[in-house]
């Protein structure tokens, strides 16, 4: 938690300050209160009192008590600005943190935990700051000042609160040793259920395909019964708190006016009315010691939750990344769109098998080069590593003669017009998604918008919306089909001008005149980018300059579509499952 907080600002350092000050203020009120209560007793049970002196005490009464009440707003106000605004940037430190993971970093986690660490986490420290800046100050001062102002006053009646206070730990330590284990629990079933939730609702379709909303309901109730049984739990626990202290407090003050009513009994005549003023004045106090023990004990309540929340949140935060900017982020070089690999080898974090082994190949300025093999021979594997989304296990890749990781990841990713495997879309319009992002050039024109849209084939459905261009796209691209989803992202790679189009299995949702039309209408864009595509169909890059052809992530040919047909009888097997035998014998 300590760690945590150490992030807090020099500006919210400076409101705690003054909180310290004001809730300091608002204590010394709170226990002025009782003296002026036991002077009233006084003044009203001595004979010949002035009345004067009675309104007198208790006007300095009611200041006493509307100061009090406008310092705990006033702390109550700054608390909850420096919760508020100290958990602004931390779920900003955490999103931009994710942003920088690599997809390894990303993996270990999960999305539905990231999300969780990213709200309910940072919830439970925003809690913990706005009501624990109060209580961390506010209770130990309140304690030890009323323990002195009360030493002495009675043995019998210290005897009494010392021992109430007692029973006090007790009960608090016996309910978090229950409880604390099923705080960290409850964070981790938030995590399971968002996890289901996500799943189902991304895989909606399927679900109602396969007639199985049944097993999906299960599968909620299952992991949302498991949650509410868990917080249902701790609630319980908690409820007999409030109970056990108000039976304590009402014991207190019970057995502080049975132990008084002895006292004065037993006393003189002149010590009567000093015994009962001490008394009601004892009483206060003792309340206000009783009550400072309570807020420490809810503190101890809330502080286990808010601590595995932070331990959880400094997890994401203190990891380290794995994927590191380099130095170059204006290379001086005349190479443009040059990409080469040296006996590159791939293995996944914690593997023992290599998903690519000893990969060279050479991608000259404005060719095209396609990769083919069967499933799982590591295709979009090899491109990602382009990219940085992974970094070679071995070997070395290099982008315009300097190797990638040399390259600011900026940099780098200027250089690259990403089209992936799974289009994604954003919630907004056609517009925002085709000139997404940071183009590396400045920003992206209406005309480039358009020229991007029609190169990509996506005009004619584009201009067909409602709004055209400002059309809506809901989340994921929900509202538009697979193959326009496709269109949309590979316009959005068209639009940056790219000095290297990574296609990864990008043509797989259009029809083949629409691959056709697409990849002549990149051939004629004129910004002679090398293109590097991943495909499954022989149709899509049988023109290609250059084929290479992966089996279990080795290279078993690299050559033109007429050439590897003859040579290689990976790519022949490939091609016959596809081709006619007039096709295959016409080459």
């Given at each position: 938690m300590i760690k945590i907080l150490k992030r807090l600002s020099g500006f919210e350092w400076l409101l705690i300050g003054i909180s310290i000050i004001f809730i300091a203020s608002g204590v010394w009120l709170d226990l002025e209160l009782p003296g002026y209560m036991a002077e009233?007793?006084?003044?009203?049970?001595?004979?010949?009192?002035?009345?004067?002196?009675?309104?007198?005490?208790?006007?300095?009464?009611?200041?006493?008590a509307l100061g009090s009440v406008a310092t705990a707003v006033v702390v109550g106000l700054l608390a909850s600005r420096v919760a508020a605004s100290f958990s602004m940037r931390l779920r900003a430190s955490l999103f931009d943190k994710v942003l920088s993971f690599s997809m390894q970093e990303v993996n270990g986690f999960s999305t539905a935990s990231l999300i969780t660490r990213s709200t309910n986490d940072v919830n439970q420290i925003r809690m913990l700051i706005g009501m624990g800046l109060q209580v961390v100050v506010r209770a130990p001062l309140l304690a030890v000042w009323a323990i002195t102002k009360i030493a002495g006053k009675s043995t019998q009646w210290t005897s009494a609160t010392a021992v109430t206070v007692l029973m006090l730990i007790v009960v608090a330590t016996i309910i978090m040793t229950v409880a604390v284990p099923r705080f960290r629990r409850i964070q981790i079933l938030t995590d399971n259920l968002n996890r289901?939730?996500?799943?189902?609702?991304?895989?909606?379709?399927?679900?109602?395909?396969?007639n199985a909303e049944g097993f999906a309901e299960a599968k909620f109730a299952s992991a949302n019964k498991e949650l509410t049984d868990t917080n249902l739990f701790v609630s319980r626990i908690m409820a007999v708190i409030g109970p056990a202290m108000s039976l304590m407090m009402g014991g207190l003050t019970l057995a502080i006016y049975w132990l008084g009513a002895s006292l004065i009994n037993a006393a003189g005549m002149m010590d009567k009315l000093p015994l009962f003023s001490d008394m009601v004045v004892f009483s206060s106090y003792a309340m206000q010691v009783v009550m400072a023990f309570m807020m420490m004990t809810m503190l101890f309540i809330i502080l286990p939750r808010a601590s595995v929340s932070a331990k959880r949140v400094n997890e994401v935060l203190g990891t380290e990344t794995t994927i590191l900017d380099g130095a170059v982020s204006e290379p001086a070089t005349s190479l443009r769109g040059h990409v080469e690999f040296r006996n590159v080898s791939f293995k996944y974090p914690g593997a023992d098998e290599y998903v690519l082994k000893d990969i060279n190949f050479t991608a000259e300025p404005g060719q095209t080069v396609a990769f083919i093999g069967s499933t799982g021979s590591g295709k979009s594997t090899l491109i990602n590593l382009i990219a940085r989304f992974h970094d070679a296990t071995e070997g070395e890749i290099l982008v315009d003669g300097i190797s990638v990781k040399d390259y600011?990841?900026?940099?780098?990713?200027?250089?690259?017009?990403?089209?992936?495997?799974?289009?994604?879309?954003?919630?907004?319009t056609v517009r925002s998604n085709i000139a997404f992002g940071d183009s590396g050039h400045g920003s992206i024109s209406e005309d480039e918008i358009k020229t991007a849209a029609k190169v990509a084939q996506a005009d004619e459905f584009v201009e067909r919306m409602e709004g055209g261009y400002d059309g809506n796209i809901a989340q994921g691209g929900a509202n538009v089909s697979g193959g326009q989803k496709q269109r949309l992202a590979i316009a959005r790679a068209v639009a940056r001008r790219p000095e290297i189009f990574i296609f990864d299995d990008s043509f797989s949702a259009l029809d083949y005149r629409t691959d056709r039309k697409l990849r002549e209408a990149l051939r004629q864009t004129g910004y002679d980018s090398t293109k590097l595509m991943v495909a499954q169909r022989i149709g899509t890059i049988r023109d290609a300059d250059r084929i290479i052809v992966l089996e279990q992530g080795r290279v078993v040919g690299a050559d033109t579509h007429h050439n590897l047909l003859k040579t290689c009888e990976v790519y022949r097997e490939i091609a016959s499952s596809q081709m006619s035998k007039e096709e295959l014998a016409h080459g």
């Open positions: 009233i007793t006084r003044l009203v049970q001595t004979p010949g009192s002035s009345l004067t002196l009675v309104w007198r005490a208790g006007f300095f009464m009611l200041l006493c289901v939730t996500r799943e189902n609702l991304t895989g909606l379709r399927v679900v109602r395909a396969y600011t990841l900026k940099a780098l990713r200027d250089k690259l017009g990403y089209v992936p495997q799974k289009a994604v879309l954003f919630s907004g």
